[in-house]
């Protein structure tokens, strides 16, 4: 695997694997002296994502590699396979949280080290909302939406749909984490300074049932993405316009644009001015097929030329 390669994996997910794995260590070592279910929750949602942040990792570059004659549509949709595995890997983790979340609710343990404890936690927030951050601006820079103002945190839930499918799994992932760790800091001092001890257990669970739904939406979002999805309406608005541009196009006939990962492939038919002899039509397709290829999220482009049946077959609303 060449360092080219290597630097074109997703830059969230190394981020997020580096912080994990550190995280983890912390954590799991916390949860034994504290007995804390709430650091026992959150340790075990560590572990799962520094295995599945580094799993995502290696799948992003592997699915930056170019088509091979076995494989003429590239490999952008493997990283969807190794979203799905990470899944599984998720929702195992969410079941044994829990469980382990229930059994202290039916018998409660005393925290102890809280200083500790509680110190990690805030370690915790501070590096999966690093992380988190680091998500919101890789949306924006994916979906290329740097400069169009207005809240980088809105932005982000507007348009993590659109993101690479790395990016997506961090993104949710460590929302529930920085979330989670909130909650497990809030649940800890309630259970060691109030008669509510069950707080601790109820806490483990939340967070059990908060993986499980970051699991369900991304492992949706992968199998929709393994199927196949078209584009969403503004993506096929500017490939149309691009198209249009060119003064020798009358119209489109037929647009399909499928995603890949976090790259679109775009086949059309466009209808030219009439009168243009083959060697001329071919020229022009070439020149648009080149304008398409500009568009940095296009990675394969497929065009067709038919003359101006005089009638309007493209409209966006079809």
Same mark, same amino acid.
């Given at each position: ?33 504290? =007995? ?35 494989? !003429? ?20 983790? +969410? ?12 018998? !409660? ?16 927030? *501070? ?12 949306? %924006? ?14 932005? %982000? ?8 499918? !790395? ?35 109820? +806490? ?36 149309? +316009?691009?198209?249009?541009? #060119?003064? #020798? ?20 038919? *466009? ?32 065009? =067709? ?14």
């Amino acid at each position: 695997m060449s360092w080219e390669l290597l630097k074109k994996g997703n830059a969230s997910s190394a981020a997020a694997t580096l912080g994990n794995i550190g995280l983890c260590i912390i954590k799991w070592i916390a949860a034994i002296l504290s =007995g804390s279910g709430a650091m026992f929750a959150e340790a075990m949602h560590t572990l799962a994502d520094a295995v599945n942040q580094g799993f995502v990792f290696t799948g992003s570059i592997l699915a930056e590699r170019k088509p091979t004659r076995r494989f !003429p549509s590239g490999f952008g949709r493997l990283i969807h396979v190794f979203c799905m595995v990470a899944v599984i890997v998720v929702t195992i983790m +969410a079941y044994e949280t829990v469980l382990e979340g229930i059994r202290l609710i039916r018998h !409660p343990v005393p925290t102890s080290n809280l200083v500790l404890t509680i110190g990690i936690l805030f370690v915790s927030i *501070i590096t999966d909302g690093y992380v988190l951050l680091k998500a919101f601006r890789e949306i %924006a820079h994916e979906t290329h939406t740097e400069e169009s103002g207005g809240n980088l945190f809105i932005n %982000a839930f507007r348009n993590v749909g659109r993101a690479a499918p !790395p990016t997506r799994l961090v993104f949710y992932e460590d929302l529930v984490a920085t979330s989670g760790a909130v909650l497990a800091v809030l649940a800890i001092l309630v259970s060691h300074y109030t008669l509510f001890k069950t707080m601790d257990g109820i +806490a483990a669970v939340i967070i059990g049932f908060m993986m499980g739904g970051a699991a369900f939406k991304v492992g949706y979002d992968n199998m929709v993405g393994l199927i196949g999805v078209a584009a969403p309406r503004d993506i096929e608005e500017k490939v149309a +316009a691009i198209i249009f541009s #060119d003064p #020798d196009v009358r119209d489109i006939n037929r647009l399909r644009i499928i995603q890949e990962g976090q790259y679109y492939h775009t086949e059309s038919y *466009i209808e030219l001015r009439a009168g243009l002899s083959l060697a001329e039509a071919e020229n022009i397709k070439y020149r648009i097929r080149d304008k398409l290829l500009a568009y940095p999220d296009l990675n394969d482009v497929t065009l =067709g030329i038919l003359e101006d049946n005089g009638a309007q077959d493209w409209s966006l609303e079809d």
